[in-house]
């Protein structure tokens, strides 16, 4: 059991597997062994089984609080937080002390989408000293991100560094939080604090993920290989360094591949060697090495992303309904006057990112990226899908002085035009032609295999868990498109179609109609958009700072037999 045990730290899963299989075969009602061997079948991807030998452990013996915990925390990984919540309780009627079961609970509701009463554990878990006291702390940041409390969540961390200003924790917590604000230099002041006071693979891989969205990738290689010189398994350190160089990758590429296959590894690690792999045989033209990884990469990250598509059809149904065109000739009557924002929509790898470049590069246009408060404003705080139909008439209007209040706090000159480039919001076409009747919405527009393609390609930060099987990739797909088409039926719903293709083969026209449409003179400048200097954070990062890309208009065709379920899905979609 203490070789287990000591197995389970050192991560050799499997050993410690086989070694409580052997005891639990001479002694069946062992119930360290079920834990350890539940525990082991956990992090081999072998979730199910192993809750079921965590049960059976507790079976044995009820008074273990290490078991109830372990299981809640398993089940919390796994996405059954009911359950999760019913053991963390279980463990704190053994013993009432246990602050990381009330963590546990605290984390639970953050999974569940419920902040505040996250903070109410969270508050409770802080208390005294304890070991968890940094998580305790990084959560609430969390909590407090999630009802638009940003600027909270920051003020609340640096206290606590101000009373512990050497704990690594806290300062890479801090870090990621500048980051997630687009405050890259922030960022990088936090991690590289972090990494001097304790050289770690998370601030090594966080300096070298945020030194390539600066543009700094001989910086970022840099830190990438010193992440994965202190952990070798560290997937994340392999897939932005395939990014920011081959010739780098090169020299990783036998440990990736040996990785990837390890079942010792955890499914989030491997996934992401199987995209790195498959980034790097991309660029290799290693056509059957590429596809190969790519479709292992996704086959192991779907579990980790659950995705809903009875609710999301529920949403996409409100989306079309909330308001329809009589009300929103009513509401544009009312609305904000301002003509500032341009609003960039349209699927995720579609050309969002190079439109909003091109609209940067000109001097009266100031590119914000993906701001999330359309969806906070007509979504609430926190983000609550249904709140959106709930909106009265008179709300419309006090949600657009909000978003512009939000906006200039961002760093918006209070000048002149600015971007908005959030994908998702033509979910919410109407909201924001309600509360901005002279804004400008550009709808981008690409090939829906090569959209749906370098979607399936690509494993993202967060978010667009439809992505990760060809067939829910499809169906999403088709929800777009036939709630786009709807929103076109709107006499009174302005909004400018920019063709990717177009913009990609006839990029002097597709831009000169573009700017028209949102009313800009013509500048040089923007044809020379790869120039630019400015933070990009998204997928495309290293793309948008060459010239016009054309390499990916088709590359999907190089894989279209293994790519024949999501062909057919979007031909039965009727969008193919």
Same mark, same amino acid.
């Given at each position: ?98 602050? @990381? ?37 990084? @959560? ?38 500048? @980051? ?319 063709s990717y293709e177009g913009l990609v083969n006839d990029t002097e026209n597709t831009v000169k109609a573009l700017l028209e449409y949102c009313e800009l003179p013509w500048e040089d400048t923007v044809l020379d958009f790869h120039k630019q ?44």
């Amino acid at each position: 059991i203490q070789l287990s045990a000591q197995l389970l730290g050192g991560g050799r899963f499997a050993d410690a597997k086989k070694i409580c299989e052997q005891i639990i075969k001479q002694v069946p009602n062992h119930a360290d062994a079920h834990h350890f061997l539940g525990l082991a079948r956990h992090q081999l991807g072998e979730s199910k089984e192993g809750i079921q030998s965590i049960q059976k452990a507790i079976q044995i013996d009820q008074n273990q609080p290490g078991f109830h915990m372990n299981l809640a925390h398993v089940l919390r990984e796994v996405g059954r937080t009911d359950e999760a919540k019913n053991y963390y309780k279980n463990a704190l009627k053994l013993n009432p002390a246990n602050m @990381q079961a009330i963590l546990g609970l605290g984390q639970c509701a953050i999974a569940e989408r419920q902040p505040k009463e996250a903070l109410e554990f969270f508050e409770k878990a802080k208390g005294g000293e304890n070991i968890f006291h940094g998580v305790v702390l990084s @959560q609430m940041v969390i909590a407090h991100i999630m009802l638009g409390e940003e600027s909270l969540a920051i003020s609340k961390l640096e206290e606590a560094i101000a009373t512990a200003p050497e704990d690594p924790m806290l300062i890479s917590t801090l870090g990621s939080l500048y @980051q997630s604000e687009e405050r890259y230099a922030d960022a990088k002041k936090q991690y590289e604090k972090a990494y001097k006071i304790q050289p770690s693979v998370m601030s090594a891989g966080n300096l070298g993920a945020v030194c390539m969205i600066m543009g700094d990738m001989e910086a970022s290689e840099s830190y990438l290989k010193k992440a994965i010189e202190l952990d070798k398994t560290h997937g994340s350190a392999y897939y932005h360094l395939s990014a920011v160089s081959d010739d780098a990758f090169k020299a990783y590429e036998a440990e990736a591949i040996k990785l990837a296959e390890s079942t010792e590894l955890k499914e989030y690690d491997r996934a992401r060697m199987h995209f790195a792999l498959y980034r790097f045989y991309k660029k290799q033209k290693a056509t059957e090495k590429a596809i190969d990884h790519l479709l292992k990469g996704n086959a192991l990250y779907k579990p980790l992303a659950p995705f809903e598509m009875k609710s999301e059809k529920a949403f996409f149904k409100m989306a079309a309904d909330v308001i329809l065109p009589e009300r929103l000739d009513r509401l544009m009557a009312s609305g904000n006057s301002s003509d500032a924002p341009i609003f960039i929509i349209g699927m995720p790898r579609s050309g969002t990112t190079l439109t909003e470049q091109i609209l940067s590069s000109h001097s009266a246009v100031q590119g914000m990226g993906e701001l999330k408060y359309v969806a906070q404003a007509l979504g609430g705080r926190p983000y609550e899908p249904a709140h959106y139909g709930k909106l009265a008439d008179e709300e419309f209007a006090e949600k657009s002085d909000w978003y512009l209040e939000q906006v200039q706090e961002k760093g918006w000159s209070g000048q002149g035009r600015f971007t908005d480039k959030m994908p998702s919001n033509f979910l919410y076409v109407t909201g924001i032609r309600a509360m901005f009747p002279n804004a400008k919405i550009v709808h981008v527009q690409r090939a829906p295999m090569s959209t749906c393609f370098s979607n399936f390609e690509q494993l993202f930060a967060e978010g667009q868990h439809w992505c990760y099987d060809q067939k829910t990739l499809g169906q999403y797909y088709g929800l777009y498109s036939q709630l786009m088409k709807y929103f076109e039926s709107y006499e009174n719903l302005d909004m400018f179609k920019l063709s990717y293709e177009g913009l990609v083969n006839d990029t002097e026209n597709t831009v000169k109609a573009l700017l028209e449409y949102c009313e800009l003179p013509w500048e040089d400048t923007v044809l020379d958009f790869h120039k630019q200097t400015r933070d990009v954070q998204t997928a495309t990062a290293t793309q948008v700072r060459q010239p016009m890309y054309k390499g990916s208009l088709e590359s999907w065709k190089a894989y279209e037999t293994e790519l024949s379920v999501l062909k057919e899905t979007l031909i039965s979609e009727g969008v193919a």
